[in-house]
């Protein structure tokens, strides 16, 4: 996607090294951060340089080229497959990513497994550009739908950050989007902020305004005010994963706006690729939730008065704080799941009839 007119990646390799955009420092700074190492790479997705189920798969791949790099024997790799799930719980993508990685490389001989790592991590990444761009050309779809028989721009609401900064490219939820003005359709996206870390104002909010989309970031507890006043056409969003029968794992609030969405006729769509697909886990009952630091709910990040990047408390010294990384929406709160294969209904019988050979 663009920034400023320049076309531009999440991730991208160099010569025994790889480049990233990290989006720890985002909005205020834009900085690239160089991951030389597997502990580089494990680094960057427990501390969230990177996050968003397909870059995080992305940049396991290359981890694993990293670490091949260095040992490409059998323990070796096993070892870091091993150091590259523990960073993160809950998106699938990781552990598919190691999966596929290892299946890839265990069989080949050890002096040919490090230039096979790298070869797979960069077929990984040119899948997950193709894969968001079906999904941005089946989401237009719904939103030209919308746009078709009503006046005025289509308002569509999202949640958290499932743009091209939570991919390789295009992004999940927000592939419709780009889709859509690309088509020249009216626009307007309502951006949740996303608390505790922000990444509807942070990050959302960020890549379409350098993409020159139309949006105005809302508190999180906006949406259903404006689902009520007829100011929401649709919803899309995101998911780290997605269980067998339909159930929706993604960043804590979104169960919350899809009940708001069902309470008010909205229709409420999940943009999952098929990576992000969990066909083991029978129900969203089953996925591990993410727990983080109490830090990222007490305390928040900004720019000072003299542009400076501060820190600040918000709540009372030695509060406690919870903080659930994700939440569960149940497939009956769900009109449908937008993958790179068609929309179908988020049921086990619906994605089963796209991906019958998982099943």
């Known amino acids: 996607m663009n920034i400023d007119g320049n076309p531009t990646r999440t991730i991208w390799p160099l010569e025994n090294a790889v480049e990233i955009i990290d989006q720890t420092r985002l909005p205020h700074e834009f900085v690239v951060h160089r991951l030389a190492s597997l502990e580089d790479a494990a680094e960057a997705i427990r501390v969230m340089r990177v996050r968003g189920a397909p870059l995080i798969g992305a940049t396991v791949a290359y981890g694993l080229a990293l670490a091949a790099s260095r040992d490409a024997g059998d323990d070796a790799l096993h070892a870091a497959g091993d150091t590259l799930i523990a960073t993160r719980p809950t998106a699938v993508n990781l552990q598919w990513a190691v999966r596929r990685m290892l299946a890839r490389l265990l069989p080949l001989p050890v002096a040919q497994r490090a230039a096979a790592a790298w070869c797979e991590a960069a077929v990984i990444c040119e899948e997950d550009v193709a894969q968001n761009q079906a999904i941005g050309r089946h989401g237009a779809n719904l939103i030209q739908a919308i746009a078709n028989r009503k006046p005025g721009p289509v308002n569509l609401l999202t949640h958290c950050n499932a743009g091209w ?8 939820a927000l592939a419709p989007v780009y889709a859509a003005v690309a088509a020249g359709i009216p626009l ?11 990444q509807g104002a942070s990050l959302t909010a960020w890549e379409l305004a350098k993409h020159g989309v139309a949006h105005t970031v809302i508190a ?32 804590i609030g979104t169960y919350l706006k899809a009940l ?29 939730i993410e727990e983080r630091s109490a830090e990222e709910v007490t305390h928040l990040s900004g720019l000072d008065g003299e542009g400076r990047i501060v820190k600040v408390r918000l709540t009372p010294e030695g509060c406690p704080a919870a903080n659930p990384a994700f939440d569960v929406t149940p497939a009956r709160l769900v009109t449908g799941i937008i993958t790179e294969r068609g929309v179908c209904a988020a049921s086990r019988e619906g994605l089963a009839a796209l991906y019958p050979e998982r099943v």
């Open 165 to 172: 900064l939570a991919a390789v490219d295009w992004g999940t």
């Open 188 to 198: 307007h996206v309502w951006v949740d902020e996303t608390r505790p870390r922000n």
């Open 260 to 288: 708001a969405a069902q309470d008010n006729g909205v229709p409420f769509y999940v943009a999952a690729p098929g990576p992000s697909i969990d066909f083991a886990l029978a129900s969203g009952r089953e996925i591990p």
């Open 220 to 251: 999180d507890n906006a949406g259903g005010h404006l689902m009520q006043h007829g100011r929401v056409d649709l919803c899309i969003v995101g998911t780290d994963r997605t269980a067998a029968n339909g159930d929706v794992c993604n960043k």
